[in-house]
Structures are given as structure tokens and as C-alpha cells.
């Protein structure tokens, strides 16, 4: 299981640089979708290895990890990698080239693995997953959300709400996926229909 951080399990596209400046109610909005993401990350650890990988500075990772503790308690308990995919020698127009590259160790590290669930933000993140699963043979199912367009201001208390209705659609794509899995798992177990015996 692959997953995002920014504006995938942290709504941080309205959350300003000084967090400290963030208002009570914000923060209480925060904490509802926070119920989604730990719900998210629970289901996904009981698929299979979690790994966040994200183009956000581990940096900036930790500093919004503390707007979302019990998540980040969760991470911390389970060992989940978080892995920073960006490279401070490319520059930020070809970050396609980090993505793909990210994926692609990714799954040369997970040499046993067959099926790989991917939730992410970004069509181009998509786009790498899917070529990094071709290369390697493997299957990847990925969800991209529905970003919120440029040209629709919303404000902070519409977007996390946004957000918090993305985080159930992700659960519902992850319990399809988990079916997926147990559906393949039935026909492997169930052995070939066989005459009478004699």
C-alpha cells in the first residue's frame, strides 16, 4: 500500500507555513478528517506494508505531523516508512522524474509483492505508479482524487470538508481493493471440480 501525504492524509493546501496561526476552528475540522486518515492508514496495515512516499520535505512532513497526532502516533506504532521522494539536484519542473524513479526502487524493494494499491493527488503520480508497475510486471491499482480546481476559492472550512469526503471515498476504494484480493485468494484455494469417486 502506497500513499501520499500532502492533501492526501493531510489536508495541508490550506494549512499556512506558521501552523501556529491556524484557528480553533480549523483545527477542529482537522481533527474530523484526521478520524478518516487514521481509518485509512488502520485498513491499509491490514492489507499489507504501508509505505508513505511523498515529494514533501521530511521537514515539512513532521511539522504537520503535529496537527495530526493520533495519525502520527499510528505511523510511529506500525513503522511506516515515510520516504521523501524529492531530489534537491532536479529541479521542480521534472519532479515526474523523481516519481518515477520513487515507484520504481519502491517496487524493486518489494520483489514478492504482486498487487500494489496506490493513493494519490496527482495525475502524474498516477501516471509513474502504472509505468513503474508495467516495468516491473506488477499489478497497480491506483485511486487520484479529485482535485479542487484553481478556479473554485474555497474557503478553509469547504476545503477540509472536501477533504474529508475525499478520505471516505478512500476507504470505499481500499475495501474494493481488499475484495479484489480475498476474490483471488477464494480461487486459488477452491480446488477443481473432480468426478464421482470410485
Not at 511539522?63 to 506500525?78: E, P
Request: include cysteine; charged fraction near 30%.
Amino acid at each position: 500500500m502506497v500513499i501520499d501525504w500532502d492533501n492526501t492524509l493531510c489536508p495541508t493546501h490550506k494549512i499556512p507555513s506558521k501552523t501556529d496561526q491556524i484557528s480553533s476552528e480549523i483545527k477542529q475540522t482537522i481533527a474530523t478528517v484526521e478520524v478518516q486518515a487514521l481509518a485509512l492508514l488502520r485498513d491499509s496495515s491490514a492489507l499489507g506494508e504501508v509505505v508513505i512516499i511523498t515529494a514533501a520535505s521530511l521537514r515539512w512532513i513532521e511539522k504537520t505531523r503535529i496537527l495530526m497526532l493520533k495519525v502520527s502516533k499510528f505511523i510511529d506504532s506500525a513503522r511506516i516508512a515515510v520516504i521523501s521522494y524529492r531530489d534537491p539536484k532536479v529541479p521542480v519542473v521534472d519532479a515526474s522524474i523523481w516519481k518515477k524513479k520513487a515507484f520504481g526502487d519502491l517496487l524493486a524493494t518489494w520483489l514478492a509483492c504482486r498487487q500494489i494499491v496506490s493513493i494519490r493527488d496527482q495525475v502524474a503520480e498516477r501516471d509513474a505508479a502504472l509505468q513503474a508497475g508495467r516495468t516491473a510486471g506488477r499489478e497497480v491499482l491506483v485511486k487520484t482524487r479529485r482535485l479542487i480546481p484553481e478556479s473554485v476559492r474555497l474557503s478553509e472550512i469547504e476545503a477540509l470538508q472536501k477533504k474529508q469526503q475525499q478520505e471516505r471515498e478512500d476507504l470505499e476504494f481500499l475495501r474494493g481493493a481488499a475484495a479484489k484480493k480475498k476474490n483471488m485468494s477464494k480461487k486459488k484455494l477452491v480446488p477443481p471440480q473432480r468426478g464421482g469417486h470410485h
